[in-house]
């Protein structure tokens, strides 16, 4: 094989799946004895029948185990897929270098002392980046526990988790984390839920937790990918991975740490400050379709449920209980994560009645009494016609010990299982490892407390959801819309704020409608600019300034002014007013604006993410923005059907919609302006920093953005 | 023993405790078939070793199981503790009147086909009711499973629970429901943490949860009650059973369903249809210390927390962790559920940083790092150090797997728990079976998920801030403050609003401050009250009608009225608005009423509830009642301490404090209206049904009621 540029490029492109799906591992310093670290790759390979070519790199064994052992680096065949690196944090760049010469397209480097750290540390990670880089060489870790592929037995991990059975399944799984990444390998395994393939990044000197995803989606061997996240560098690759997870129909399901960080947390009320990167991700991942897991275990059930059971097709909920009392704890749960409990349709009820007890209920939660047990039909049919009801989308069965009883149940769950044509849970508390362990086997999900089971199915429903919301985006129009670049306005430096009537004019080029403004520089200029802005209306005057960012602070605003009189003696006060607070500030004028009304204050922002590029926040105005921090993320763009469904997650959303006898605001002409936004953002993103709009007044007519705030 | 009515009094108070723990039980309709539920109850009592007497009665048997049966109940010695009836429905009411005559106290009845069977059955347990009450008999049940006493062996029920181990535990636990009560068993006795007591009320004709309650916290063996609930029908007594355990320092922790029911749902602004029954007992649980459990494992959690570790004196949180980002994962739930993570001190910091390695972490989470495998006193040190950090309340660590060192982390947390002055709990995600048990053995707290810990700790941590609070309101005057009866104002029908002025006055009586009013009936009166009520402001003239409930419907409200003409043409307008509107209203006169003004909108409603009885409401005006529906209930009569910990618990709490340059709202003035207005409840709960004061205006220097709306 020659070593043509167009080579290096394939063997690159190629490192990540020949990583995940080696035919050939090296392990560099493979120690002779198997319980250490650098023995227990080689062990786990051995053990689990991996069925690659193992080469244990070793100076003083002949082999190892039974396994020839290569005295070095330079001594291995061509083609090695993966080199496990178990060397000491020292000998790591000049192993790297050496494996590159070799054309082994990835090194899992365990060793730790790296970033991790310190400074020292920090300086040594830095210069392997640019070495493994330079000698084209793809680094996992260091600091990491390694990766494993379940299915082809390449245990290239000294994880404990090998110690045990490393079952197979649809699932794969990526964990910042090597020590809690194995604990939840272990908590699947106990679910009888092998991962199929997991990898553990480390300190992610290179390959990425996003591009992994990537890849992952691609491997046929998998329907759901997961991961556990502390915090992500790079999110620019989010919407591409979110896009292709979509397009095959691969659920990606993620815990990330730091819900309620510092950053979040911070009072403020401008865009920049609210912008707490956790904040971000969690509107992003919802814009996008990703699931969010609250912790290991809600991760799992919503794994589970995704890979057992058909998507949902609405958010109706049919709770069926042998207690009354269970069924209302479901429901309230349900309500409380966003499914819904309808009342069964009439014909429903009727036909439940006539399988179930007198002293039973019909309604939604079902009660089916105790008397499934003398009489299992009641369970199955009860099901099987709550299911059916054409306004359920999906079913969750509760029942609590019945130990005495399993046989019969497992057979009756398994005759509802072949019978439904929507999906279901079981929720039984209290039961047995063998109720447990024989659900599982015939496909059937089984929680043992009722929250759990219906935070993954609001989980599940939330994706179904998405995953149709983005169908229809998929052939609309909007969807491909091509934005352009914009170039940076001229005269604007860097870092600086834009002045207003370019910011205007930027707005007006994405039609953004903002009230209607003028640029003056004298008290007679203004009377004659308001006739025009305001012919039968009144105006407002503000202080136009590179060097005043908050104007009323420095009495720089004048409003309701309907009067020719009004409007020259408030330019030459605000002329005053500004000189006094702020006499080093060069004033460029005044700018004479259109007096607005609207019922319902909003803000719109756009910053420039450094971990996901230019994102979009929208919230409304007033406390709801100031005491409740009530704001929501997407990226840039945001298609319509993404606009109206980060509206409909603001907690105040109902003001949006008919309010104590008003009318409800257009909400066609926001959803309109947030993508126009959007795409402005977009279209800006090599040089905007941060664009505030802020009041917009929404009224059932229309909208209009009274202020603008634009920083380049 | 003579039948004196004061031995009928005796025998009656003392029921409910020979119930709880019977010398002596009969068991009526007893059958020879041990597996039948009607020969369940002998066959525990036999198997669990129960030394009391025992009385199977049945006509055709002359022993059953060795124990000599009884022909009939007139055949019963006297002094019989405990009936457990076994008979069916109809043969209930009979048997209950035989066994008052044989002065049995009380009779458990485990018959279904009463109140749950509609219309008929709900004849039969009112007449049931009737009759035990008239022949001086308690009853449990109907339609429920009974109860144990696992001290002393009296397994008096048929719940397959009793199957298994019954092991004592000083828990006592009471559920509405039995199948969802048995599981709740069940699931307690797998924590090696034994009911002591259990008890179901079923179809509560008579003996009710909060009674039981009352005897539960009165046992000694018993340190904690827990209950499951579906609903309650007698809640008059909540607030003494609350009393009852703050003075003994047992906790209540209960579940209660129907978190999100159809009552708080429906959306409205005025009190009456606010107050959803569930909202109202949620409110009154948090202001008597009773802690509320979101589902059955949650309330265990919380329980075993009680039971094994010393309240916390606040709610500042340590985590010590093996895995910076589960650190997170446990700092982000404890910031959602009200606990605190506060940065430990530099001291403690540096004396942590002796003990773990270089690349852990210090901060609070800590992060030991997987070295105290190897280093055991890594772990015991760092968690020592930071629970004695004088910011530090409580603490909890969190491990992952480590199956090969379970023994070693056995004495490790043993020794811990030997030296630590402050609570903690162990997470012990992927724990072996071994190492669960071994440390329940040792008396350490472990859960498999730290959300789960989190949850109970800041239920603990809330209960013993509760009690902190009643300690400090036990010796304060206001506690004992003795509310007389307050007579319904003359002239005042039951069911009809209170004429404004009546009510002004009541509150004046309360010191309640509102703004000054009168009443007239002429324009030119109006004149010369606005100079009387304002003297130098505005004021609003209000359409006075008994028949007219709001007001600005029918246009009968005019404000910021500031000149005499002003005064004088509103009289007239408002009178033919009112005319035109509602033709048939009987016009009682006009009030005029001084303008007010404030920085916030709050309300303040009385309701007489049909369970609890006369309850306070209180939120914010605006968005805050309106959308997001943030109200809080109170039973009356209130604290100040209460009253101060339930404005706390407003999501809008925040705008009482400064906001936005401005100063905070006189937050003692609203205390003490809050607790005037509950005083004034409770001394008119006789009569009053309604009463709002809609809105309260405040401002730092105090406040002023705006509206009242009062209702006999």
Redesign the interface.
């Known amino acids: 094989m020659q070593d043509t540029p167009a080579n290096q490029v394939d063997q690159q492109a190629n490192a990540l799946q020949r990583m995940l799906q080696p035919n050939s591992i090296a392990i560099v310093g493979a120690s002779s004895d198997l319980n250490k670290v650098s023995g227990r790759p080689l062990k786990y390979l051995l053990e689990k029948g991996y069925k690659g070519a193992i080469y244990p790199i070793n100076p003083k064994a002949k082999d190892i185990a039974g396994v020839a052992a290569v005295p070095d680096i330079a001594s291995l065949p061509d083609g090695v897929d993966l080199a496990v690196v178990v060397l000491p944090a020292e000998q790591i760049e000049a192993t790297v270098i050496e494996l590159a010469k070799k054309k082994v397209p990835v090194a899992v480097v365990f060793a730790?002392g790296f970033g991790?750290?310190?400074a020292e540390g920090k300086t040594m990670e830095a210069s392997l980046q640019q070495a493994a880089q330079k000698a084209g060489i793809r680094i996992l870790g260091p600091n990491c526990l390694g990766l494993f592929n379940a299915f082809n037995r390449a245990i290239a991990t000294f994880s404990?988790?090998a110690d045990g059975e490393v079952n197979a399944g649809p699932v794969g799984f990526i964990s910042?984390?090597g020590?809690?990444g194995?604990?939840i390998c272990?908590?699947s395994r106990?679910r009888q839920m092998g991962f199929g393939f997991f990898v553990n990044t480390g300190n992610e000197v290179d390959i990425s937790v996003m591009e992994l995803m990537q890849e992952m989606l691609a491997l046929p061997a998998l329907k759901v990918c997961s991961g556990?996240l502390?915090g992500l560098n790079n999110g620019h690759a989010l919407a591409a991975v979110a896009e292709q997870a979509m397009q095959l129909d691969k659920p990606i399901v993620l815990?990330k740490?730091?819900?309620?960080g510092a950053g979040a947390r911070a009072a403020a009320s401008h865009t920049g400050s609210l912008a707490g990167e956790d904040r971000v991700f969690d509107g992003l991942v919802q814009q996008k379709g990703i699931v969010r897991a609250?912790?290991?275990?809600h991760m799992l059930d919503i794994v589970e449920v995704l890979l057992h059971c058909e998507r949902p097709t609405g958010k109706n909920l049919a709770i069926i209980t042998?207690?009354?009392?269970?069924g209302?704890?479901l429901?309230?749960?349900a309500?409380?994560v966003g499914l819904n409990v309808p009342a069964l349709g009439e014909t429903t009820r009727k036909a439940i009645a006539q399988v179930i007890p007198?002293?039973g209920a019909t309604g939604n939660p079902v009660d089916v009494t105790?008397q499934f047990v003398a009489q299992p039909s009641i369970l199955t049919e009860s099901t099987i016609i709550a299911l059916n009801d054409s306004d359920i989308d999906v079913g969750v069965v509760w029942l609590?010990?019945m130990?005495?009883f399993t046989d019969k149940l497992l057979e009756v769950f398994a005759e509802i299982k072949s019978r439904a044509k929507k999906p279901f849970v079981v929720v039984w508390?209290?039961a047995s490892e063998k109720a447990i362990a024989g659900l599982r086997e015939r496909g059937i999900v089984v929680f043992r407390?009722?929250?759990a089971a219906v935070d993954a199915l609001a989980a599940v429903a939330q994706y179904a959801q998405a995953r149709r919301r983005w169908q229809a985006d998929f052939h609309s129009s909007q969807k491909q819309a091509n934005v352009g670049r914009q170039q940076r306005p001229t005269g604007v430096e860097q870092g600086k704020p834009v002045p207003t009537v370019q910011a205007l004019a930027l707005l007006k080029a994405f039609n953004i409608h903002s009230a209607q403004a003028e640029l003056v520089t004298s008290a007679e200029a203004a009377v004659e600019a308001a006739k025009r802005v305001a012919p039968s209306g009144s105006v407002a005057l503000k202080i136009e300034s590179m060097d005043v960012l908050h104007k009323t602070d420095v009495g720089g605003v004048a409003l309701n002014l309907s009067s020719d009189d009004a409007v020259r003696q408030a330019f030459l006060d605000i002329t005053q007013r500004v000189t006094k607070a702020k006499p080093e500030a060069r004033q460029d004028g005044i700018l004479v604006q259109a007096m607005s009304s609207g019922r319902v204050e909003f803000i719109l922002g756009l910053k420039h993410d450094p971990v996901f590029g230019m994102v979009i926040m929208m919230g409304l105005g007033g406390?709801?923005i100031?005491?409740?921090k009530d704001v929501v993320f997407c990226q840039c763009p945001v298609t319509p059907a993404e606009a109206a469904d980060a509206l409909g997650r603001l907690?105040?959303a109902?003001?949006l919609e008919a309010f104590?006898g008003q009318p409800a605001v257009n909400k066609e002409a926001l959803i309109q302006t947030i993508v126009s936004l959007s795409q402005l953002g977009k279209a800006c993103e090599d040089w905007l920093s941060e664009l505030d709009l802020n009041p917009i007044l929404l009224s059932d007519k229309g909208l209009v953005a009274v202020d603008v705030a634009m920083v380049a």
Chains 1, 2 share one sequence.
Do not use: C, I, P
């Open positions: 730790s991790e750290m310190g404990q988790y910042q984390s020590a809690f194995t604990a272990a908590l106990a556990y502390e815990t740490v730091g819900r309620f609250r912790n290991e275990e042998q207690s009354g009392g269970a209302v704890l429901a309230d749960r309500e409380e007198g002293f105790a609590q010990l130990h005495g508390v209290s407390n009722g929250d406390v709801w100031e005491v409740l907690k105040g109902a003001l104590r």
